[in-house]
């Protein structure tokens, strides 16, 4: 079947099968910053923004983004490279396999919720698994990073 | 999970034409199927159906088939109506990613044991509104498997509730250990245990101790409590023995009933 998905910004067509899921058909496409993880849905490095909302784009039909638009960390290279500037510095960042899907998160979070707290930091990143850091390292750095943002 | 055909019904009508073909297989969020080693012939997405709503309407709540988890974590509507109980028993559900896409329809459809919300839905005493099949409780449909296919449009609680959720798991992500939802009305008190580790099931003898009082004491609320393990039955799985479960359990109904008569 064929779908019509814009991917940063880009108007792509795709020849798929019906059950393709749609991180294969984007990695299959080059998309190869869209990571494949535990490929159930739990670990969260295969996020990849749907008209602005993170969903596992391995728990996702492709069929059903047919008319969407679909943003990776290549369509937010400017944010997530700001952000990887603080991730850096904190020690947060060292194998990096988990940062793509990390930075689509964190940009989804600003949309959604302008001054979180360490809590709702928590809460709304909890899907995102990194198995390097801990998690202090990538606090501290959003919270620099937020601080940052708003000036 | 394959499927040969997938098509995007426009209307429910068309979607329930489809559903009752042989091998046909609605599709909510479709979050779990990736798992599934099932193979249908036409999978029917129901994504462009105008089922993704929660609303209150008179004296109820309604939820549509396609409101997400998150949309009912985040949902003005059931706070209002119920405080922040649907909060706490959807924001552990994974993470924020797969709650964007988790379905209410689906996760009633699919009876999964592990559904924090199917066991609130229970203690709610939700009734499902079916395309072609009138209402149904969420405790019969729950009880027993349904051999028709099934087209929930979409699932409605009275709002004269008042409840509360717990759940005990490993990490806050994963899925529960363990699940209590109490609920209580003007028809008095019922309680909800799921992942058991089957589809959530209501303890109504354990309830009936605690009478029609809004505020039971603590010796009816200890008293159901151990009446709830008794009722129920618990199995092992790789999350924890049925032993640990029926500890747990009862300690979960005697902090859930303490809470919502308080």
Redesign the interface.
């Known amino acids: 079947m064929n779908i019509t998905i814009t991917i940063n910004g880009r108007e792509r067509s795709f020849d798929i099968r019906p059950a393709d899921m749609l991180i294969d058909v984007l990695r299959a496409a080059g998309f190869v910053e869209v990571k494949k993880g535990c490929d159930t849905g739990s670990c969260g490095v295969c996020t990849v923004l749907l008209d602005g909302t993170p969903i596992p784009s391995c728990s996702y039909f492709a069929a059903r983004a047919d008319g969407h638009e679909v943003t990776t960390v290549g369509g937010l290279a400017r944010e997530a490279s700001e952000l990887a500037e603080y991730l850096v510095a904190e020690g947060a960042d060292q194998c990096g396999f988990c940062a793509p899907a990390f930075a689509l998160t964190v940009h989804a979070m600003k949309q959604e919720i302008s001054s979180p707290t360490d809590e709702q930091i928590k809460h709304y990143l909890a899907g995102n698994l990194c198995r390097c850091s801990g998690y202090d390292g990538q606090m501290r750095a959003i919270k620099k990073y937020l601080e940052a943002s708003h000036g | 999970?394959?499927?040969?055909?997938?098509v995007?019904p426009r209307s429910v009508e068309e979607a329930y034409s489809y559903a009752v073909a042989p091998n046909a297989l609605l599709?909510g969020g479709?979050?779990?199927?990736?798992?599934s080693p099932r193979s249908v012939e036409t999978?029917v997405?129901l994504?462009s159906l105008d089922l993704r709503y929660i609303r209150q309407s008179g004296q109820l709540v309604e939820i549509g088939a396609m409101a997400t988890a998150r949309d009912i974590e985040t949902s003005t509507v059931p706070e209002r109506a119920f405080g922040n109980v649907f909060r706490n028993a959807a924001?552990n559900i994974?993470?924020?990613?797969?709650r964007?896409?988790v379905s209410m329809g689906g996760t009633i459809a699919g009876r999964f044991g592990f559904s924090d919300l199917n066991t609130l839905f229970l203690a709610l005493d939700a009734h499902l509104v079916l395309h072609t099949a009138g209402e149904l409780s969420m405790e019969s449909f729950l009880s027993k498997a349904p051999k028709v296919p099934l087209l929930i449009e979409k699932i409605m609680i009275d709002r004269g509730h008042r409840a509360t959720f717990k759940s005990v798991r490993n990490t806050?992500?994963d899925l529960p250990i363990l699940n209590v939802a109490v609920a209580f009305d003007a028809k008095g008190w019922r309680i909800a245990v799921g992942a058991r580790p089957g589809p959530a099931r209501s303890a109504s003898n354990a309830a009936r101790i605690l009478g029609t009082a809004r505020r039971p004491g603590e010796e009816s609320i200890v008293a159901a409590a151990r009446a709830t393990v008794e009722e129920l039955s618990f199995r092992s799985d790789i999350r924890g023995t049925a032993e640990y479960r029926r500890s747990v359990c009862a300690v979960l109904v005697r902090r859930a009933l303490t809470e919502a008569s308080s």
Do not use: C, K, P, Y
């Not at chain 2, 999970?1 to 997938?6: A, G, I, K, V, W």
């Open positions: 999970m394959e499927f040969s055909h997938l995007r599709i479709g979050a779990w199927l990736r798992m999978a997405d994504s924001e994974v993470g924020v990613q797969m964007n896409i806050s992500t």
